[in-house]
C-alpha cells in the first residue's frame, strides 16, 4: 500500500483531537508537537485520571504544559501563553480505566462525541513488573473502552493506539508488522481468554482482601500473578503482555472504526525537536548508564550478536502523526514498527564505550561536590557470566559479613540488610530487561518507511514532519552530545 499525504498541517487544522496518556513521555511531546506545528487546531481533549474538572486542570498545568518540554511553544507566544492554552487544551476529568472513559460530565460527552474526529491513545502503564488488575484495567481495559468511546463518535476518522514493538516478547529474526488475533500466544500454548484473565485477576484481588492482607501483600501479589500469567503464554512481563491483549480487543472489536496502531521500540530522549535531548525520568536501559557514572555499576551486559533497538522520541510522534494522516479513513488495521534495528542498527557493546568516554571527560558530582572517577567497565554477554559475577562480587561477600554480623552482636545488620536490597534490585532488573539487553529480532518497518517515502514525496507540505528516519542519527554523536547531557540534566532535575 502506497500512501498520499498531501498537506499534513492542513489535515490538522480545525479538527478536534481526543488524547489520553498526556502525562506521559510520548504523550507530552504529542500534545506539545501539534500545538507548536498547527496552532490552528480547533481543540486537543486531554483527557487526565482525575474525578473533577479542577483536579484535571491542575494535573494540565503540573504535569504537561508547565514542563520544559513547551519552552519553545510558550517563548513563540509570550504573554498569550496562557490564553492560547486555555483556548486549544480542554482538560477532561476521567479513567480510562472506566466506561465511557469515566466522563461523568454528560455534556462534556456529548460536546466530545460531535466535534472529535481523531483519538490518540497514549495511555499506558509501562512498568515491566506492574500490578496485574492495574496493568489489565489501564493496558487492556482501557483499549477496548478508547474503541467503544470511538464508535460513540458521530465521526471517527482514525483511532491510533500506540503500543510497544516488544508485544512480540523475545522472538527472534525478522518481526513482522502484523496484528494480533485473539487468544493467540506467543509460546503457542492454548486456553488464553482474556475475560477468564479479568475474572482471575479480580478473584485473586477479592480472596487476599477477605484474607485481610495487607497493602504490600496485596501489591506482592498482584505483581507476581502478572508475571506467572505473562510468562505462562510466552511474554516475558506483565507490561507487554497487557498491551498484547489490549491489541487484540482492537482488532476484535475495531468493525468499521479506521485504527491504526503504532509500535516503537525502546524510546529515548529527542534527538532534535523541539530541542535535543529532553527526557523524564530514567528511562529502560539509562538505569545502567546512570548507575555506571554515579560509580555504582562496572559492568555493562551485552551480547555482541544482538542489536539494541533505540528511537528518539521526537521521531516516535513525528511517525504518529504521519500515519494518522496516511492511515486516516483506511478500514485495514495498520501496523507501524518505529525503531531502528533494521536501518541504523547499535550494538549493546556501545553504550559501554559512550559511557565511559562522555563521564571520563564530565565525572558526576557527588552530593558532597566531589567528581565520581569511573573505570573502564567490563561487559558481561550473557546472563550466565551475570549471576556468576553477583555470586562472587557481592553474594559470597555478604555471606561473610552476616557471618561476622552474628559473631559482632548484629553491629552489620543496617549493612547486611542494605547490601541484601541491592543484590535483590541487581537481580529483578536485569531478570526484567534481559529481554531487551539480550534481543535477536529485527522489527520489519516496511509500513513505516512508506510513511517516509510518502513524506519525502509530499516535500515542503510535509517537512515539520520528516523527522523519523534513524538512518540519520549519528549514535556516537548523539549518545556523547545529547542523550547523555539530556539523561544527566533532565532524568534528575
Not at 492495574?134 to 473502552?145: D, E, F, Q, R, Y
Amino acid at each position: 500500500m502506497d500512501y498520499e499525504l498531501g498537506s499534513i498541517l492542513k489535515f490538522l487544522e480545525n479538527r478536534s483531537i481526543l488524547v489520553t496518556g498526556s502525562t506521559g513521555f510520548l504523550g507530552k511531546m504529542f500534545v506539545e508537537k501539534i500545538l507548536r506545528e498547527q496552532p490552528k487546531v480547533k481543540r486537543l481533549f486531554l483527557l487526565l485520571r482525575a474525578t473533577d474538572i479542577q483536579t484535571a486542570t491542575r494535573r494540565l498545568h503540573d504535569e504537561v504544559i508547565g514542563k520544559e518540554v513547551f519552552k519553545i511553544v510558550r517563548e513563540k507566544h509570550g504573554e498569550s501563553f496562557e490564553a492560547f492554552i486555555s483556548e486549544k487544551v480542554m482538560p477532561v476529568a476521567g479513567d480510562i480505566a472506566d466506561e465511557n472513559l469515566g466522563i461523568v460530565d454528560s455534556k462534556m460527552r456529548e460536546e466530545m462525541w460531535r466535534e472529535i474526529t481523531v483519538i490518540v491513545n497514549l495511555a499506558a502503564t509501562t512498568n515491566f513488573k506492574a500490578r496485574y488488575d492495574v496493568a489489565l484495567s489501564i493496558n487492556t481495559l482501557g483499549a477496548k473502552n478508547v474503541l467503544a468511546f470511538a464508535k460513540k463518535c458521530a465521526k471517527t476518522d482514525l483511532l491510533m493506539h500506540v503500543s510497544t514493538a516488544y508485544v512480540c516478547g523475545d522472538k527472534s529474526g525478522i518481526v513482522a508488522e502484523k496484528p494480533f488475533h485473539i487468544g493467540e500466544t506467543l509460546n503457542g500454548s492454548t486456553g488464553l481468554d482474556i475475560q477468564k484473565e479479568l475474572s482471575l485477576s479480580n478473584e485473586t484481588l477479592e480472596e487476599l482482601r477477605s484474607q485481610k492482607a495487607t497493602k504490600d501483600q496485596e501489591k506482592i501479589a498482584m505483581k507476581e500473578l502478572g508475571l506467572q500469567r505473562a510468562r505462562m503464554y510466552g511474554w516475558p512481563n506483565t507490561y507487554v503482555f497487557t498491551k498484547a491483549l489490549g491489541e487484540m480487543l482492537i482488532g476484535q472489536f475495531k468493525e468499521n472504526i479506521p485504527v491504526a496502531i503504532v509500535r516503537p521500540t525502546i524510546v529515548t530522549s529527542t534527538y532534535k525537536d523541539p530541542f535535543p535531548g529532553w527526557i523524564e525520568g530514567i528511562r529502560t536501559l539509562d538505569f545502567l548508564t546512570v548507575g555506571y557514572g554515579k560509580g555504582k555499576v562496572s559492568c555493562f551486559l551485552g551480547d555482541p550478536d544482538c542489536i539494541l533497538d533505540l528511537i528518539p522520541g521526537d521521531m516516535v510522534v513525528n511517525a504518529i502523526v504521519v500515519a494518522i494522516v496516511a492511515s486516516a479513513n483506511q478500514p485495514s488495521l495498520l501496523i507501524y514498527h518505529v525503531g531502528s534495528s533494521m536501518r541504523n542498527p547499535i550494538n549493546p557493546f556501545e553504550l559501554k564505550e559512550y559511557g565511559y568516554s562522555y563521564f571520563s571527560k564530565h565525572p558526576w558530582i557527588d552530593k558532597n561536590g566531589n567528581p565520581i572517577r569511573v573505570t573502564e567497565p567490563f561487559v558481561l554477554t550473557s546472563m550466565n557470566s551475570f549471576r556468576r559475577y553477583m555470586n562472587v562480587r557481592y553474594v559470597l561477600p555478604l555471606k561473610g559479613l552476616k557471618l561476622l554480623n552474628i559473631i559482632c552482636c548484629q553491629y552489620f545488620e543496617r549493612t547486611c540488610a542494605k547490601i541484601n536490597r541491592d543484590i535483590k534490585f541487581a537481580l529483578d532488573f536485569v531478570d526484567l530487561y534481559k529481554t531487551y539487553i539480550f534481543f535477536k529480532g529485527r522489527f520489519d518497518d516496511l509500513n513505516t518507511e512508506r510513511l517516509r517515502v510518502a513524506v519525502r514525496e509530499a516535500g515542503a507540505e510535509a517537512e515539520e514532519f520528516n523527522n523519523f528516519d534513524p538512518k540519520c542519527i549519528d549514535w556516537d554523536d548523539y549518545f556523547m552530545n545529547t542523550h547523555i547531557p539530556g539523561v544527566v540534566k533532565f532524568a534528575f532535575k
